[in-house]
């Protein structure tokens, strides 16, 4: 089995091209930094992971659409590897993920709170729950107690 899932913040904004042809397909390219659980000291103190995930067809116009730089986003997929010969001659090695499915990992508010969204989102200026509603910040409604009794199903 081929599986990956991954989630990390892209660096830059997805690299859009188009094939060729009548059925020209979108073939989007990122990179996601993935942080390590685990920092050793042997590694020049990098605690993060930068790994190349390509996406296909509705997906790449997706990440074309929605993604930029900072976007913390889940990706799941497959590990595809492959080779090339570059122009001076030299064999190169590539690992890719092939993205599958890809979901944002966090809120547009949670997004622009840490700092790494570039453009204000035109929800920004919706209300936001009062604190009684909205938990510690996370953007998840409390609910309230008692309320598994009031539920149509089990």
Known sequence: MNKVILMGRLTRDPEVRYSAGDNS??????TLAVDRRFRRDGNDGQSADFIGCVAFGR?????????RQGTKVVVTGRIQTGSYTNRDGQKV????????DQE???SKAASADSGMMRQPSPMAAAPMPSPSQAS?????MNIP???????PFN
């Open 104 to 106: 944002f990992a966090e």
């Open 25 to 30: 397909t979108a073939v989007a390219r990122y």
């Open 59 to 67: 997906s790449a116009e997706f990440a074309e659409k929605y993604l």
């Open 145 to 151: 107690d008692g309320i598994d009794e009031e539920l």
């Open 93 to 100: 090695y590539t690992t890719d993920v092939v993205v599958e």
């Open 136 to 140: 510690a910040g996370d953007g998840f």
